[in-house]
């Protein structure tokens, strides 16, 4: 009982007592490495902050060097072409060259669910993720380079007056006919597989090695049409320079990627069919995605010729190019981010993705709204200037027209966050929606407005079934606290 007692009274003793200096030393030191490593991973957080900012920023400078050299070729390649090829094959070059907007979808939506998942796995530092995923993407978009080119040159190519397709009459168009489309699918088909640098460089926040790429291949392509110009050389001798230069510094981009990145580069040991069912299931929504936008939006043209002619259809169109250059703009501006919201979703860091979100949306409604308001009051100046004449426009188109601006870069920003977290179905749901909504209020609008009515139908449809459910979700995802 003594011996019980003494040590209850020992350790009541020791309770109150001040830690003998061994104890407290080893407790200082602790408490020192403790806030050694809070502030280690504090300095990381912000070094990677600030590296995602400059490499954000980086994108979108060149960015705007390559649109600026994608709108040199358009202006510069017309005056140059037209005169010497006269007005029927450069028609045909016209037309030829227009399948090109085809490219964003014969990939099957590859290039965009590559981007998604490589910046998740960029995000939790797995690089043999991501080299899995690249080796898969790249055997799967070979292969379809190859059933492209297999099917066109050896069941279409033969069996096709293209002249006829074509309907031109003259014996030099009608040589240039077979030859420009044969060049063009042989480029497109192998533009497929050069698509993929490039995504991986988006997803890893090196775009602006990309775009730098790009504006040396628009450059060279501007050149080269220059060259053949001058030397009066056959339209598929245009088309290749136009599309084949390009492709060769995708190329020379790639070479020098996988050289310097030898963790990412490609290897057919490492196709996985997991990493194939991965790519595809997430780019499928991507597809979908765009043919539903698609469909919403170039529906206008046809239901307004439809209803009011073919002469309402120019001026409405001119006005919207207008527009459509600060909406472009702007979307090139937020598309770097996507990449960014993945890995530092991944990374847990929600704060920068709050307050970049917030940035973006600020950024977004502000720059449209500025550059709407000038249009409104400063387009018919410019579309004079442009066009060298007057095209006349009623007030309520520009109106309609700048809503549909700013609505559309809302939109954009909200989607790039949703894109980095995979919240495609959302977008998805949404987009076909809309086209179940927007085109027969359009018919309906066009004919008591006028062409402001088709605009007015898509505004009212993307307000309704894209923003407000766009705002909830993210609202839902990127609210402080646990989820």
Same mark, same amino acid.
């Not at 994608?70 to 060259?97: A, K």
């Not at 597989?193 to 490039?198: D, E, F, Q, S």
């Not at 057919?268 to 765009?290: D, H, P």
């Given at each position: 009982?003594?011996?019980?007692?003494?040590?209850?009274?020992?350790?009541?003793?020791?309770?109150?007592?001040?830690?003998?200096?061994?104890?407290?030393?080893?407790?200082?030191?602790?408490?020192?490495?403790?806030?050694?490593?809070?502030?280690?991973?504090?300095?990381?957080?912000?070094?990677?902050?600030?590296?995602?900012?400059?490499?954000?920023?980086?994108?979108?400078?060149?960015?705007?060097?390559?649109?600026?050299?994608?709108?040199?070729?358009?202006?510069?390649?017309?005056?140059?072409?037209?005169?010497?090829?006269?007005?029927?094959?450069?028609?045909?070059?016209?037309?030829?060259?227009?399948?090109?907007?085809?490219?964003?979808?014969?990939?099957?939506?590859?290039?965009?669910?590559?981007?998604?998942?490589?910046?998740?796995?960029?995000?939790?530092?797995?690089?043999?993720?991501?080299?899995? $995923?690249?080796? *898969?993407?790249?055997? +799967?978009?070979?292969?379809?380079?190859?059933? /492209? @080119? #297999?099917?066109?040159?050896? &069941? !279409?190519?033969?069996?096709?007056?293209?002249?006829?397709?074509?309907?031109?009459?003259?014996?030099?168009?009608?040589?240039?006919?077979?030859?420009?489309?044969?060049?063009?699918?042989?480029?497109?088909?192998?533009?497929?597989?050069?698509?993929?640098?490039?995504?991986?460089?988006?997803?890893?926040?090196?775009?602006?090695?990309?775009?730098?790429?790009?504006?040396?291949?628009?450059?060279?392509?501007?050149?080269?049409?220059?060259?053949?110009?001058?030397?009066?050389?056959?339209?598929?001798?245009?088309?290749?320079?136009?599309?084949?230069?390009?492709?060769?510094?995708?190329?020379?981009?790639?070479?020098?990627?996988?050289?310097?990145?030898?963790? $990412?580069?490609? *290897?057919?040991?490492? +196709?996985?069919?997991?990493?194939?069912?991965? /790519? @595809? #299931?997430?780019?499928?929504? &991507? !597809?979908?995605?765009?043919?539903?936008?698609?469909?919403?939006?170039?529906?206008?043209?046809?239901?307004?010729?439809?209803?009011?002619?073919?002469?309402?259809?120019?001026?409405?169109?001119?006005?919207?190019?207008?527009?459509?250059?600060?909406?472009?703009?702007?979307?090139?501006?937020?598309?770097?981010?996507?990449?960014?919201?993945?890995?530092?979703?991944?990374?847990?860091?929600?704060?920068?993705?709050?307050?970049?979100?917030?940035?973006?949306?600020?950024?977004?409604?502000?720059?449209?709204?500025?550059?709407?308001?000038?249009?409104?009051?400063?387009?018919?100046?410019?579309?004079?200037?442009?066009?060298?004449?007057?095209?006349?426009?009623?007030?309520?188109?520009?109106?309609?027209?700048?809503?549909?601006?700013?609505?559309?870069?809302?939109?954009?920003?909200?989607?790039?966050?949703?894109?980095?977290?995979?919240?495609?179905?959302?977008?998805?749901?949404?987009?076909?929606?809309?086209?179940?909504?927007?085109?027969?209020?359009?018919?309906?609008?066009?004919?008591?407005?006028?062409?402001?009515?088709?605009?007015?139908?898509?505004?009212?449809?993307?307000?309704?079934?894209?923003?407000?459910?766009?705002?909830?979700?993210?609202?839902?995802?990127?609210?402080?606290?646990?989820?």
């Amino acid at each position: 009982m003594l011996r019980k007692s003494g040590r209850s009274e020992k350790a009541a003793h020791s309770v109150g007592e001040p830690l003998n200096p061994g104890l407290r030393r080893f407790s200082t030191y602790i408490v020192k490495e403790k806030a050694d490593l809070d502030f280690g991973a504090s300095s990381a957080a912000q070094v990677r902050n600030a590296a995602r900012g400059k490499r954000i920023k980086l994108t979108v400078f060149t960015g705007l060097i390559a649109r600026a050299g994608s709108m040199l070729m358009t202006i510069v390649s017309v005056p140059l072409t037209l005169n010497y090829l006269g007005p029927e094959r450069f028609g045909l070059w016209m037309t030829v060259t227009s399948v090109v907007s085809m490219l964003s979808f014969a990939d099957f939506g590859i290039g965009s669910g590559l981007l998604s998942v490589v910046a998740e796995a960029s995000g939790r530092d797995d690089q043999i993720a991501i080299r899995r $995923y690249v080796s *898969s993407a790249f055997a +799967v978009l070979i292969l379809i380079a190859a059933c /492209i @080119l #297999s099917v066109f040159f050896l &069941f !279409v190519f033969p069996a096709v007056d293209w002249a006829h397709v074509f309907n031109v009459h003259s014996p030099t168009a009608r040589a240039d006919a077979g030859p420009a489309i044969a060049t063009l699918v042989a480029c497109l088909a192998c533009s497929t597989a050069a698509l993929i640098v490039p995504r991986v460089q988006f997803a890893l926040q090196q775009g602006f090695v990309s775009n730098l790429w790009v504006s040396i291949g628009l450059f060279a392509s501007l050149a080269g049409i220059w060259l053949v110009a001058t030397v009066h050389g056959s339209v598929a001798q245009l088309v290749m320079v136009m599309l084949g230069t390009p492709l060769v510094a995708a190329g020379i981009n790639g070479i020098i990627f996988f050289r310097r990145n030898k963790q $990412y580069r490609p *290897s057919w040991l490492l +196709v996985n069919a997991a990493a194939i069912k991965r /790519i @595809l #299931s997430t780019g499928i929504f &991507f !597809v979908v995605l765009q043919l539903g936008t698609s469909i919403s939006f170039a529906s206008d043209k046809l239901i307004i010729a439809r209803l009011l002619g073919a002469e309402a259809v120019a001026s409405y169109s001119v006005y919207e190019r207008v527009f459509g250059v600060g909406t472009n703009l702007m979307l090139m501006m937020l598309l770097p981010i996507w990449p960014a919201y993945a890995e530092a979703w991944v990374r847990e860091d929600k704060a920068w993705v709050r307050r970049t979100l917030r940035r973006s949306l600020a950024l977004s409604i502000g720059v449209s709204t500025a550059f709407s308001v000038s249009i409104v009051f400063l387009g018919p100046l410019i579309v004079s200037l442009w066009t060298r004449k007057d095209v006349p426009v009623q007030p309520v188109v520009l109106y309609c027209l700048a809503i549909w601006c700013v609505l559309q870069c809302t939109q954009n920003a909200l989607a790039m966050l949703l894109n980095g977290l995979h919240a495609i179905r959302v977008q998805v749901i949404s987009s076909t929606l809309i086209a179940c909504l927007a085109i027969p209020l359009k018919f309906l609008l066009v004919r008591d407005l006028g062409a402001a009515g088709a605009v007015l139908a898509s505004s009212i449809a993307v307000a309704c079934l894209s923003l407000v459910p766009f705002s909830i979700v993210v609202w839902k995802l990127t609210k402080p606290g646990p989820p």
